[in-house]
């Protein structure tokens, strides 16, 4: 049962133009969402997170929506570096628990 | 801040084998988690500790999967009997305690069961 589903499990997007990374969620008790980035042989680390009661949060080239109504988030890339190549994961938190819910993944490489 | 520390990062053990790793988290974060990651897929929660406190443990998580944080700092996660099916990054992460927070992952341990 994934209830945290990124479909799309690579994404291919030129330097400089904007990559958007899409994840789809089953729980609607889900109050807290997040975005890892992974690069090989290391942990994932945060990029940014939106709470339930917004529906867009932005750090600097990074932009996360929410839509809650069609339970679906998505981060924006603002201009792609060829840096940003990695694997991005998102994740959510159901409300009353700190457990963490991760998505399969989406390979976002980034062409110079 | 010297980040979560995991060890070792890399073990090979025979089937039937037992293994142990340890997480250091960052000083001062009262949570604590254990995840697994296999090819292909995202970070699949196992269990999570506030303090010394285990209060949450996946279904997934069989007899054999053990995990204590005695004094509420290092966590050590134990696999007994280990089974090809084991292979996988194991990572640890950890978090202030509050709500609404991220988690910060440290570089994990890889296992391989021959």
């Known amino acids: 049962d994934q209830q945290v589903k990124q479909n799309s499990p690579s994404l291919s997007v030129q330097e400089g133009r904007i990559s958007i990374l899409n994840c789809d969620y089953t729980?609607?008790?889900?109050?807290?969402f997040l975005w890892y980035k992974k690069y090989p042989a290391e942990g994932p680390t945060f990029l940014i997170s939106?709470?339930?009661?917004?529906d867009k949060n932005e750090d600097g080239r990074f932009t996360v929506f929410l839509n809650k109504s069609a339970k679906h988030l998505s981060l924006h890339i603002v201009p792609s570096q060829p840096g940003d190549s990695a694997v991005y994961f998102c994740a959510a938190t159901p409300s009353g628990t700190y457990k963490y819910i991760f998505g399969t993944g989406t390979r976002l490489k980034v062409l110079a | 801040d010297t980040g979560v520390s995991q060890d070792p990062r890399h073990k090979i053990t025979k089937r039937g084998q037992n293994v142990t790793f340890r997480c250091d988290p960052i000083?001062?974060?009262?949570?604590l988690y254990w995840y697994r990651q296999t090819l292909g897929q995202g970070p699949e929660f196992l269990t999570y500790f506030q303090n010394e406190a285990q209060l949450e443990k996946s279904r997934l998580l069989s007899d054999r999967f053990s995990a204590e944080r005695p004094k509420g700092s290092f966590s050590t996660l134990e696999i007994q009997r280990t089974e090809q099916g084991d292979s996988a990054m194991y990572l640890c992460a950890s978090s202030l305690g509050q709500d609404f927070e991220k988690l910060f992952f440290g570089s994990g341990t890889q296992l391989s069961v021959l």
């Open positions: 729980n609607s008790m889900f109050d807290y």
């Open positions: 000083s001062e974060h009262n949570r």
């Open positions: 939106i709470s339930s009661i917004k």
